[in-house]
């Protein structure tokens, strides 16, 4: 199926481990889509993807993301230098802070890329990288984070199959329907008609420092992710040894939770613009293009918005061909484009202004229709 090749680059290896699990062949008389899909635009998209590979937009340009890791680092040493030499007073404090913000931001939208296997061809070389960037560099498991995110890939934005929409109903109300489903059964364990309000205060500055921090060391405890766990620590102690070095206890433990709240608010409000605003609800069973068109839209581009994104305003690009790397995403869209223009699908673009403003929208949206579901019906 379409998921299967899109997640897969050594299809030969993976098929494999497949062959124990069929259980026989289709009948020649047998439709092998299912008819609620649609059956031209399947065809399509897999006469597209074959013309991608031709392309050679799925290889790698290794100096992209090796000058791109080289960045990392070179900020990732800044911020501990600013301390070293000009002291722990409130301005170098603040800069180093920032510093240290971006360097770890754009640390993740790296080990994005090697946890999709887009930076090299060997699938072994992306897991050895992905576990220096995301376990040593950001301090989190990379088997955690594969686990989850290969999930949202094929189901974005399906309830109980998406876990980055778990926080719908225990925190926010997400969608039209889930929202007004969740009013008409009375059911309520946040004030939701005010939940474009508190957003600013929770999921954005409180993600990481807090759910993610646990959760992580949750996963990979419970899963036996002993490589990671010692990976992961990696982290920790060479971030409080060498600022332990220049600040005391307190300064330190402050410093690690402002930039890990920073960091948080960044990456909420970037991966968040892509999906809140989209339709979110169940399992509807569609296509592969149909599902993930429903649940993503993009930025627009600019120098700025591809790295402050790590080229996440291709959204609906790196949904369709995850594998793909993301410095060809600009080449594709085209192609994207008028795939759908063809089958009368919406292909949304917005200003990065816009997409902010519009994850706030959905959700007051959101709670106002929960609110009078639950009064009214």
């Known amino acids: 199926q379409d998921a299967f090749v899109a997640f897969h680059v050594d299809k030969a290896l993976v098929s494999k481990y497949l062959k124990p699990l069929q259980i026989g062949e289709l009948a020649p008389d047998q439709p092998s889509i299912e008819p609620d899909k649609n059956e031209m635009l399947v065809k399509d998209f897999r006469e597209l993807r074959e013309t991608v590979e031709k392309m050679g937009l799925l290889e790698p340009n290794q100096l992209f993301f090796l000058l791109h890791l080289a960045h990392i680092l070179l900020l990732d040493s800044a911020a501990w230098l600013i301390l070293f030499y000009f002291g722990t007073s409130l301005m170098p404090f603040v800069i180093s802070l920032l510093v240290l913000t971006i360097s770890q931001v754009q640390a993740s939208w790296l080990q994005h890329d090697l946890g999709h296997l887009s930076v090299f061809r060997k699938t072994k070389w992306n897991h050895l990288l992905h576990k220096f960037v995301m376990c040593h560099l950001i301090g989190a498991s990379a088997k955690w984070w594969t686990l989850l995110h290969s999930q949202h890939h094929a189901k974005p934005n399906c309830f109980h199959k998406d876990p980055d929409i778990d926080m719908h109903p225990f925190l926010f109300t997400l969608g039209k329907k889930l929202s007004v489903e969740l009013g008409i059964k009375k059911r309520k364990y946040m004030p939701y008609n005010h939940q474009h309000k508190y957003f600013f205060i929770t999921l954005p500055p409180l993600l990481f420092p807090t759910y993610f921090h646990c959760h992580t060391f949750y996963i990979a405890y419970t899963k036996r992710y002993w490589a990671d766990l010692a990976w992961m620590m990696t982290f920790y102690i060479r971030f409080f040894y060498i600022y332990g070095s220049l600040l005391e206890i307190k300064s330190v433990l402050a410093y690690y939770f402002i930039f890990r709240m920073l960091e948080s608010s960044w990456f909420v409000w970037v991966s968040q613009m892509n999906h809140i605003p989209m339709d979110i609800y169940y399992d509807k069973n569609l296509d592969w293009v149909s599902t993930q068109l429903q649940a993503t839209c993009n930025v627009e581009q600019s120098l700025f918005n591809d790295w402050f994104t790590g080229h996440l305003n291709f959204q609906i690009e790196h949904h369709l061909f995850p594998t793909m790397p993301r410095h ?21 673009c917005k200003p990065l202004l816009t997409a902010f403003a519009d994850i706030v929208h959905s959700l007051k949206s959101s709670g106002e229709l929960w609110l009078d579901a639950y009064l009214h019906k």
């Open 328 to 348: 060809n995403y600009w080449k594709v869209a085209p192609l994207v484009k008028s795939l759908c223009a063809k089958h009368g699908l919406e292909y949304q």
